[in-house]
């Protein structure tokens, strides 16, 4: 009975942090957000509210890429999407994660890791604008021409439609 009251009060813990998260990334105060949500899985890893505090983290560093957080924005990401219930996320923010993370590949020059991710962010959200050029980007640093082309003409689709 002890042990089941210790775990609601840390789940309940869990919540409250994640809740105070939301709030502070809501108003744009990431570094406040980050700390609340870094104290999620630190309260309760089982907790359900654990994996979502990853994926606001991913998001967090994702408004902070110029703050250098590249790394943590791609570990958190990962972290969420492996640990998330199947299904928890629809196709257009699983797509957009994957584009994150392909972008932070870029960003840290490591164009198959970047592909990879985008092609899946591409394949999720076929007209995703953003995806495609990244994807695009990354094959022509990749020397990989014949497919960077065949992604512009792609892209130009999207663009005229």
Not at 24 to 39: M, P, Q, T, V
Not at 48 to 64: F, I, M, T, V
Not at 90 to 102: A, K, N
Request: proline residues 2%; glycine residues 6%; aromatic residues 12%.
């Amino acid at each position: 009975m002890e042990h089941q009251q210790l775990a609601n009060e840390r789940s309940d813990e869990a919540k409250k942090h994640f809740e105070e998260g939301i709030s502070w990334l809501s108003s744009h105060r990431y570094n406040e957000a980050i700390e609340c949500f870094n104290k999620v899985p630190q309260c309760c890893a089982s907790s359900e509210y654990a994996p979502k505090a990853h994926l606001q983290l991913g998001y967090a560093y994702w408004d902070l890429l110029s703050l250098g957080s590249i790394r943590q924005m791609i570990s958190h990401f990962k972290q969420g999407l492996s640990s998330i219930p199947e299904g928890s996320l629809s196709d257009e923010e699983m797509g957009f994660i994957y584009r994150c993370i392909g972008c932070g590949y870029v960003i840290n020059d490591e164009y198959q890791n970047a592909v990879d991710a985008l092609k899946f962010a591409v394949h999720l959200k076929p007209k995703d604008y953003d995806a495609r050029y990244w994807l695009v980007y990354a094959y022509l640093r990749m020397d990989d021409k014949v497919e960077a082309l065949r992604q512009y003409e792609e892209l130009r689709k999207l663009n005229q439609g």
